[in-house]
């Protein structure tokens, strides 16, 4: 047979059996057959005996291996491969499917006939057995080196992702698509985030998504790297660095802020040119630099400027806080509930929807590392039982939170009451309504002196004592049965029913500016009017002020929505607001459970039932209850609690004021109010100021009277801004507090000082209703029971609570300034020295 040239050079040159004697590769030339194959044909089927002797001369072959664990690995084959030579030669079956990716020229030999050319020519068995024991050698070479190589990587490697990105709110799915972007090539990476956030998982969650998954991912905490970095990068002429052993996998530097600082330099060259140097020892020269072809993720606990301005970290991944992925708590809480569970045999119990509640309204300042150990911890507390309720769980309370209790979950009854019916609409437009009409009915009509009028009687001597004894109890539990409000609201309805528009929105940026500059004006006009014109025994007059604030709440509530009057302008509202500060209760919201199930701000904004939730039209002052720093602007009306679905409203019981030091921000309008208020109690003992100190004051001239009164309401005020200026000299290493902090240390006195004020009128003239309902009616009350409280008894009384005021105020300046004692005693003495006029004035011992 004639043999081809150019045939016998290309097998020569382009194939393994080149190494063959001249006259074997002849005799091989001399058998083969050309065979032109399509692509997508199967030539080769896996387990099963080969027919030839294949060699590719021209296109492109695929072989793989079926598995039935995971994917195939196809490996291409280039022109010049040969085909089961050793199968022919052992007798053995395909270990590969083979198949054309393109048209393909092959040449084959007919297994009979390779078999007679092995026969006659013994050169081919030994010539692949050469090339087996060549191969088996370089295969020794590369387990040994991957058995060193492993030994040095293990104390560093990741064999494995832990977890997925769990939830499905915008943050995690955000984190998921910068994860899975990240995975697309082998840029450099930043991931940063704070504490607990397992940014080390995500890192391995992109090297092992990316397609250099089979390569080693390592990680190093850079605080435990030696200054020179001779662990990372070797020794010149000696051991080897971790990135010289990696390869082509993963560097994750864990913790980069951490870097020591001589570390810093060599990083950044590394990832500017891939680049870096072994370290060489003392005297020797520098060596030659090294090119690593390792993938680098860092992980920080903030942003890395000097890294990022020069643009070496293509992707920089943030890694969101659980306190703003609140919506992912529960699938959180459930993952690790089924990982513990699983782990160690356990049937999983249930998350109860107060216990998860709970969760969701704490901020995790330790994120998912807190998270996971306190489901652990409530697993094993819970000692196997089916529900995990909330006595289970517990965490660090956050400032604003502590010391409160949930009186909604203490009393189920006190909740179903308030999300009754009854409270407060049927009381408000059952009673109220008709009772106020009847009182101002009565100041009109009825006889015109306390002592004969038991409207007047019920206003001055029954509600201002009982309105300043509840504040500290019940705070601004008034607003919600103000009849005011009601009369605004009745109005507000029928107009809206009569001439259907659309009500002005509230300008927020104004009211909030003038508003309590308003309502303290007002407030100084009533005050003075109250003085001169002796108000509280002149029935008409006690009657036009509460039809004044009535026709303030009706004209705002038919020009704007909800209730404008009573959040803003209301000068009762703005009292009290002031002193709902001091109350031992007040109504929160969880602000997890909001953030995280909730879509509809129905508490807020109103709207149809909705589960539990009933149908309702929002708050009627505008407040989101999860949003409210202190108590003044809760009216304490339980829309949102009837209006949330989530049971995220709370109305707790927590230490008297304890905002005021907490999450309390002062306004100077406020603050004057409270001088105003602290100056009312000077104004209503005019009478008496002219006698404990023998002066003539002229109160019967109007003008003079006036004037007096004025300057009476500026005496406390005068005070406290002397104290002040006497801390600022005295402190002037400490800077002390301003003013408008430390005023409302005043606060507790104010209210003692009103309340002491008022006490002489309820105990001598409130026990008197029976003889003054008569007497309102023309009849005799001659005979009637009455209770008076004595003079001693009354001045006691007056005395006891002057005294604990003073002692609250101090103690409630020392809580709001957080400074030494002595540095705030001209405050101290300026509080003691009010408390002392005060005495002298009210008292008169």
């Known amino acids: 047979m004639t043999i081809d040239s150019t045939q016998l050079q290309w097998l020569r040159e382009q194939t393994s059996l080149g190494s063959l004697p001249e006259t074997v590769l002849e005799a091989i030339a001399t058998q083969i057959q050309v065979e032109m194959v399509q692509a997508n044909r199967r030539i080769v089927l896996e387990d099963t005996s080969p027919t030839a002797l294949y060699i590719l001369k021209s296109g492109r072959l695929e072989s793989y291996h079926t598995s039935s664990t995971g994917l195939a690995r196809a490996i291409s084959l280039l022109p010049g491969s040969v ?111 704070e504490p607990g956030l397992g940014k080390d998982n995500a890192a391995a969650l992109i090297h092992f998504g990316g397609r250099d998954r089979k390569q080693p991912l390592i990680k190093l905490n850079c605080d435990t790297l030696q200054p020179n970095g001779a662990e990372l990068f070797g020794r010149a002429g000696g051991k080897p660095g971790l990135l010289e052993w990696l390869g082509d996998g993963t560097l994750m530097l864990n913790n980069i802020q951490d870097l020591p600082k001589d570390l810093k330099p060599k990083v950044v060259r590394l990832l500017q040119t891939g680049e870096y140097l072994p370290v060489a020892r003392e005297g020797e020269p520098e060596p030659a630099p090294r090119q690593s072809s390792a993938r680098i993720i860092m992980t920080s606990e903030r942003t890395l400027p000097e890294i990022e301005r020069k643009g070496l970290v293509p992707h920089s991944i943030k890694v969101p806080p659980l306190r703003i992925r609140k919506a992912d708590i529960e699938a959180q809480v459930k993952y690790y509930v089924s990982l513990y569970c699983r782990a160690r045999g356990l049937e999983q119990p249930a998350i109860a ?41 517990w965490s660090a309370s956050t400032k604003g939170r502590r010391f409160r209790f949930n009186l909604l979950n203490g009393y189920p009854q006190l909740r179903q009451f308030l999300r009754s019916p009854w409270y407060p609409d049927r009381i408000n437009y059952g009673f109220t309504l008709t009772a106020f009409a009847v009182v101002v009915a009565m ?91 002796h108000l509280e025994n002149v029935a008409y007059l006690s009657a036009c002020l509460l039809l004044l604030i009535t026709a303030g709440a009706v004209i705002f509530s038919l020009l704007f929505e909800r209730r404008f009057w009573c959040r803003y302008l209301c000068p009762i509202g703005g009292m009290n607001g002031m002193f709902a500060k001091l109350a031992m209760i007040e109504l929160r919201a ?31 002052v505008y407040s989101h209850p999860a949003q409210l720093q202190d108590n003044r602007d809760c009216v304490l009306c339980m829309t949102c609690l009837k209006a949330c679905p989530h049971r995220s409203v709370e109305l707790n019981l927590r230490p008297p004021g304890i905002e005021l030091w907490t999450t309390h921000t002062p ?20 009478p008496e100021i002219e006698q404990q100190f023998g002066w003539n004051l002229h109160l019967n001239h109007f003008g003079i009277h006036a004037g007096v009164s004025m300057l009476a309401l500026l005496v406390p005020g005068a005070i406290a801004l002397l104290a002040q200026g006497a801390m600022q000299l005295v402190n002037r290493q400490l800077k002390p507090r301003s003013f408008l902090e430390l005023a409302y240390g005043y606060l ?36 009637l029971p009455v209770l008076v409280a004595d003079p001693i008894i009354i001045g006691f009384l007056q005395g006891v609570t002057l005294i604990v005021a003073v002692w609250l105020s101090i103690l409630l300046t020392q809580n709001i300034a957080r400074q030494p004692f002595l540095s705030l005693l001209p405050q101290h003495l300026a509080t003691v020295a009010i408390g002392s006029l005060l005495w002298k004035v009210i008292v008169g011992w």
């Open 83 to 193: 085909l089961h030579l050793k199968e022919l030669l052992l007798d053995q079956p395909a270990e590969q499917t083979v198949i054309t990716l393109v048209d393909c020229e092959i040449w084959q030999i007919p297994a009979t006939e390779f078999a007679k050319l092995t026969e006659q020519y013994p050169e081919i068995n030994r010539t692949v057995s050469r090339q087996l024991a060549a191969e088996v050698d370089q295969l020794a070479a590369q387990l040994a080196f991957e058995q060193e190589r492993q030994t040095a990587l293990r104390p560093y490697l990741v064999p494995r992702v832990r977890r997925g990105i769990i939830g499905s709110s915008r943050y995690a799915v955000r984190l998921r698509s910068d994860i899975k972007k990240a995975t697309g090539d082998r840029q450099p990476v930043l991931i940063f985030g």
């Open 353 to 393: 929807p107060e216990a998860l509640r709970r969760l969701q309204g704490y901020d995790f300042p330790g994120n998912l590392s807190e998270l996971e150990s306190l489901v652990e911890r409530a697993i094993i507390q819970s000692a196997g039982a089916e529900v995990l309720t909330e006595e289970v769980f």
């Open 443 to 533: 100041l009109f009509l009825g006889p015109q002196s306390r002592d004969r009028n038991i409207a007047l009687n019920l206003f001055w001597a029954w509600w201002w004592p009982l309105i300043l004894i509840a504040f500290p109890f019940l705070g601004r539990i008034w607003c919600a049965f103000c009849p005011f409000m009601i009369y605004g609201e009745l109005a507000q309805k029928l107009s809206l029913k009569w001439f259907p528009r659309k009500l002005l929105p509230w300008s927020r940026v104004e009211a909030d500016r003038w508003g309590a500059w308003f309502l303290f004006g007002l407030f100084v006009l009533i005050l003075l009017w109250e003085e001169l014109w």
């Open 590 to 620: 969880q602000q997890g459970i909001c953030s995280a199930t909730c879509t509809t701000y129905q508490c807020y904004k109103g709207g149809p039932e909705k589960g539990e939730g009933m149908e309702t039209g929002g708050c009627p």
């Open 667 to 686: 306004t100077y309008a406020e603050v004057c109010l409270l001088f105003l208020m602290f100056g009312a109690a000077f104004l209503h003992r005019l």
């Open 748 to 783: 507790p006195l104010v209210l003692g000082a009103n309340l002491a004020h008022f006490t002489r009128l309820g105990l001598s003239e409130a026990g008197r209703v029976l003889p003054v309902t008569f007497a309102t009616f023309g009849l005799s009350g001659a005979g």
